[in-house]
């Protein structure tokens, strides 16, 4: 049988991998932090606590396995951080491709061992060295791939500059016949709400042929509008600098159908339900969203229906 099929956000999902909350380590200092977000909670003490994200956690996977989704978990680490399975690798069609994630994540990665022994060799794609990509920088709109992407001269001084366009040119020649966009986002180490740590935190497709985008986040107003194009300016739900602050692009689907969303984005779950005609699942996901990722970040899809 076959384990892996990705080729958009929202088709209907058969098997994922959730993030692991047990044994997350100690609150980290202000030098250990690696995204705006957490810097801002360590700074102001209200990193969460490992109890409030193991409650959300359990919320978010009960929801999957009442929509009969397959759900795998990464082995526990001890005291490490496993939340954001997005950004350890990610599927493109049949292939799993593992990335080059920052080196202070990159313990993470063993904790997939048994996940990625289930599938053949040739299906598993690592990058050289030099070519930096997480997850969450990665969208998929069938034979489209939108790529967060940072090209600055100071990359590698940015904790949160995680795709770099080595790693893209890499992915373009791996599948010759996808066309990838790349799109530069604003970064900012410290401040949430002038940075844009992956580009699943700017942009989110939905339904089948929507999506959630914060305008600002983009360097170039050009790909903001290539985006408003590609899905047509009446299926796009704009976001305020408030609303990507708390992370409302970062909404997860299980289906064209289905979306599973944050219990406080009281506006676009409206939007959603009564503009969009969708089902919104609501979970408790604030405190997770303190150390910059939500829904969508916790999840590694293996297998979407066609
Ligand atoms: N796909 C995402 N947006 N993931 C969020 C990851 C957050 C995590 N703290 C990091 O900095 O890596």
Redesign the pocket.
């Known amino acids: 049988m076959q384990l892996l099929n990705i080729n958009d956000e929202t088709s209907e999902l058969e098997t994922v991998v959730l993030g692991q909350p047990h044994s997350m380590g100690k609150t980290p200092n202000l030098e250990e932090t690696?995204?705006a977000k957490?810097y801002e909670n360590v700074t102001n003490n209200s990193y969460p606590q490992e109890d409030d994200i193991i409650y959300e956690m359990t919320c978010f996977e009960k929801i999957l396995n009442d929509h009969k989704v397959k759900v795998l978990r990464p082995r526990i680490l001890k005291d490490c951080n496993q939340v954001?399975a997005?950004?350890v690798a990610f599927v493109i069609e049949n292939k799993v491709i593992i990335s080059n994630i920052?080196p202070d994540?990159a313990d993470e990665q063993e904790a997939y061992k048994e996940i990625f022994d289930m599938i053949s060799f040739q299906d598993i794609y690592n990058l050289p060295e030099k070519a930096h990509v997480?997850?969450?920088d990665i969208i998929l709109c069938n034979d489209t791939i939108f790529c967060g992407v940072y090209k600055g001269d100071d990359y590698s001084s940015l904790k949160t500059a995680r795709t770099n366009a080595y790693a893209i040119d890499f992915l373009k020649e791996l599948f010759p016949h996808k066309t990838f966009i790349d799109i530069s986002l604003k970064k900012n180490d410290k401040d949430p709400k002038q940075g844009i740590?992956?580009l699943?935190?700017t942009f989110m497709p939905v339904g089948k042929n929507k999506a959630i985008v914060y305008k600002e986040g983009f360097i170039n107003l050009k790909d903001y509008q290539f985006i408003v194009d590609f899905f047509g300016k009446d299926n796009i739900f704009e976001i305020t600098q408030q609303e990507m602050y708390y992370m409302n692009t970062?909404i997860f689907s299980i289906s064209p159908e289905v979306v599973v969303s944050e219990e406080r984005f009281i506006r676009l779950n409206k939007f959603l339900e009564e503009k969009w005609n969708l089902t919104v699942k609501k979970v408790p996901y604030y405190e997770i969203s303190k150390?910059?990722?939500l829904l969508?970040?916790s999840t590694l899809p293996l297998k979407r229906k066609k």
């Open positions: 690696y995204d957490s954001f997005r950004d920052i994540r997480e997850g969450g740590l992956h699943d935190c970062n150390m910059g990722g969508r970040c």
